[in-house]
């Protein structure tokens, strides 16, 4: 069976850091990438990252802040000098075609809220 299940999240200021993990199992995965929802928003592509590791790419309204990493069972999504607009629901996902399309990614995680007060 395959799961992919969400850690880190939570309420921060403006400007701090948080750090949110993605746990795969069941399978192995060519491709696991970030996405998040923002209420009345479509969901909305922010990294991607090869199983390999070798390739790996940032949305440009994330670039600088959010960094995509991984381990041999976890993805992770660093994110640092939070803003309120990045208020949203984030998501991991996983999928075998190196794409940011969300219709790409035939498993998801549960979703973690992050709010960013200001």
């Known amino acids: 069976q395959v799961q992919l299940v969400q850690s880190g999240g939570g309420l921060v200021q403006a400007g701090a850091s948080l750090k949110l993990s993605c746990a795969a199992s069941?399978?192995?995965?060519?491709?696991m990438a970030w996405f998040r929802q923002a209420p009345g928003k479509e969901r909305e592509f922010l990294a991607r990252i090869s199983w390999t590791g070798t390739m790996q790419d940032t949305a440009d309204s994330v670039k600088g802040r959010f960094t995509i990493s991984s381990d041999v069972t976890n993805t992770y999504l660093q994110m640092s000098s939070l803003k309120p607009e990045d208020t949203a629901v984030y998501y991991c996902?996983?999928?075998?075609?190196?794409?940011?399309?969300?219709?790409?990614?035939?498993?998801w995680g549960q979703g973690t809220q992050v709010t960013v007060s200001s």
């Open positions: 996902a996983a999928g075998n075609k190196w794409t940011i399309d969300v219709a790409g990614y035939p498993y």
């Open positions: 069941g399978t192995t995965f060519s491709v």
